[in-house]
């Protein structure tokens, strides 16, 4: 038998297998978006799949985001399964009308004769340099859109088998992917990727006593780096990856939260009308009678995304995190 070393992967190069080996699995699987196919898109992602599969398979199309994610629709009516690319994060705002029109209602408005197989990659998120309509953090628009599963990996071995979970889904499937983990790195062999927690469920990533981080996608990092540093302080802080934020595992995240009493949730998007809103919602109304301290949030600022410059000052960071777990301590005492 031939062993395959376990060797360090990028999380690009984990989305990339995903995408080809569920090309190689079912036919019905096409991926589209601009440049996806001769460039291997923006962050080549999608490298050497129309060398493999043909242009028809791997296909390249217009600037016209409305256009690309309608023509999906259609497709996936008729039973394929499309993977979409939206270049950047806030390109995909002009394919919206078709996400909240057509994307979420096609198994409602059928009454469950249709379901939409439809996959859509976002890569989102700042800490790469970019400039406006680059680093969107979007996932707000998604979550209160009835219909879609919202996912986003943290980890090499998520980003394949979470997207692979996308592709076969009956559901349509946003799939965050953050632009500053493209290039972070892992132990992962691609010929046995490691099993992974469903979508829909939440893993802690660092067991803690203190306090509770609860974050998702490009955050993940600074929160580890964060509990780490707590160390110092006297603090020991779990952090729970969220991966998924449409389905929610309010299970997990509660358990967390309810054997340590307290809880921050740190995310790069904007404070108001953002995710931590809703999730800081959801933890006090099932975990009320068990935190010591209000639920507090750590995030981006409530501004258009700065320029490069300026970009980490509006990103959560450890300092801003531990700062955050300074006020529950003192919350607590007072």
Not at 154 to 161: E, F, H, I, P
Not at 202 to 209: E, L, M
Not at 299 to 324: K, N, Q, S, T, W
Request: one cysteine or more; charged letters at 20%; proline letters at 7%.
């Amino acid at each position: 038998m031939t062993t395959v070393a376990v060797r360090p992967a990028t999380m690009a190069q984990a989305l990339t297998r995903a995408l080809r080996d569920a090309m190689a699995a079912d036919p019905g699987v096409h991926v589209m978006g601009e440049d996806v196919g001769t460039l291997g898109g923006v962050f080549r992602v999608t490298d050497g799949l129309a060398e493999e599969f043909g242009d028809n398979r791997c296909t390249d199309t217009p600037l016209a985001e409305a256009g690309i994610l309608g023509t999906a629709v259609g497709m996936a009516m008729y039973g394929l399964r499309p993977v979409v690319e939206m270049q950047f994060d806030a390109f995909a705002y002009p394919a919206f009308e078709q996400v909240v029109s057509h994307v979420t209602k096609m198994r409602n408005r059928t009454r469950g004769k249709m379901p939409l197989p439809l996959t859509i990659r976002v890569p989102y998120g700042g800490g790469i340099g970019g400039v406006e309509h680059h680093s969107d953090s979007s996932e707000a628009y998604y979550m209160a859109t009835p219909g879609l599963h919202v996912v986003t990996p943290a980890t090499v071995a998520d980003a394949y088998g979470l997207l692979r979970e996308s592709i076969a889904s009956d559901d349509p499937v946003v799939f965050l992917e953050p632009k500053r983990l493209y290039w972070s790195k892992d132990s992962w062999n691609p010929e046995e990727p490691t099993p992974v927690e469903p979508t829909g469920r939440a893993v802690v990533r660092r067991s803690g006593r203190s306090a509770t981080l609860i974050t998702y996608g490009p955050s993940l990092v600074a929160c580890m780096e964060a509990a780490e540093a707590a160390r110092a302080e006297g603090w020991d802080l779990e952090v729970v990856d969220l991966r998924s934020l449409v389905p929610f595992d309010d299970e997990t995240v509660c358990a967390s939260v309810r054997r340590t009493g307290r809880a921050v949730v740190v995310h790069e998007s904007g404070s108001f009308g953002g995710p931590g809103g809703e999730i800081a919602a959801r933890v006090t109304e099932r975990c009320f009678h068990h935190l010591e301290a209000p639920v507090l949030r750590v995030a981006g600022f409530d501004i258009p995304y700065p320029p490069p410059m300026l970009e980490r000052h509006h990103l959560p960071g450890v300092d801003r995190i531990l700062d955050a777990v300074g006020r529950l301590q003192w919350e607590a005492e007072s």
